[in-house]
């Protein structure tokens, strides 16, 4: 009886035939991760150009280069939806208002008060968004132009934002005291009077008041005082 033939090839069993069999599909996984991880660098290529972008401008704005900083915002408005960015805009506003250019500083705030409602919130819940409110700041460049009954509509309609907006409250009490309206002046003053950050500001404009509201009683005083000088002799 005649034995099997011995062979030089090697049995295969099935954890070997596994072994074979695997090779393939995680040759096809890391070519596939490759390409995933390419995928998302491309996908995430403009919004780091973006971020990278308001970096510059936030930093260039925080050494007091504004042209700069506005450089950078101004490329922001070209990206998607930009230009109807109220925090693009704003930003744009508090560049040219530190720039002295008044014009263009209420072009973006105003464009910026118009998108205000554009701010995504990351909220679950139904509580009421809060937008911000660019008035104020509009008022504060109708102010430095002068015209001060544009400045205080736009002041107005920041305190109908926020009551308590104490710059509102300040510029106001400047206007009224401009056009010799003191008590009115003292009205708005006295909301920001206890705060450390203005209250010598506002101490000083009391003493104006002041001055200014006894400044007939002195002068009257001084008249009288002068006739019966005169009579005496």
């Known amino acids: 009886m005649s034995t099997p033939r011995s062979t030089n090839a090697r049995a295969t069993t099935p954890e070997s035939e596994t072994r074979i069999k695997?090779?393939?599909?995680?040759?096809?996984?890391?070519?596939?991760?490759?390409?995933?991880?390419?995928?998302?660098?491309?996908?995430?290529?403009?919004?780091?150009?973006?971020?990278?972008?308001?970096?510059?401008s936030i930093r260039y704005a925080a050494k007091g280069?504004?042209?700069?900083?506005?450089?950078?915002?101004?490329?922001?408005l070209h990206t998607p939806q930009g230009e109807k960015n109220p925090t693009f805009?704003?930003?744009?506003?508090?560049?040219?208002?530190?720039?002295k250019d008044y014009d263009k500083s209420i072009a973006y705030y105003t464009k910026a008060q118009e998108n205000r409602t554009n701010i995504v919130a990351d909220l679950e819940d139904d509580s009421p968004h809060e937008y911000p409110?660019?008035?104020?700041?509009?008022?504060?460049?109708?102010f430095q132009k002068g015209e001060l009954d544009k400045a205080e509509e736009h002041f107005k309609k920041g305190l109908e934002a926020n009551r308590l907006d104490k710059v509102a409250h300040v510029k106001l009490g400047e206007i009224e005291f401009r056009r010799g309206n003191y008590l009115?002046?003292?009205?708005?003053f006295k909301f920001v009077s206890r705060d450390p950050h203005y209250e010598k500001y506002i101490r000083e404009y009391y003493q104006k008041i002041e001055t200014e509201l006894f400044k007939h009683i002195d002068e009257e005083g001084s008249t009288e005082a002068l006739t019966t000088s005169s009579a005496t002799k």
């Open 184 to 188: 009115k002046a003292v009205e708005h």
């Open 89 to 99: 805009l704003g930003e744009l506003g508090n560049c040219y208002y530190n720039l």
């Open 22 to 56: 695997e090779l393939v599909p995680v040759e096809v996984l890391i070519a596939i991760f490759i390409i995933v991880e390419a995928l998302v660098i491309w996908l995430m290529a403009p919004q780091f150009v973006r971020e990278f972008t308001r970096w510059k």
């Open 133 to 142: 409110d660019f008035n104020t700041m509009i008022g504060l460049c109708y």
């Open 65 to 76: 280069n504004y042209q700069a900083a506005a450089t950078e915002l101004e490329k922001l």
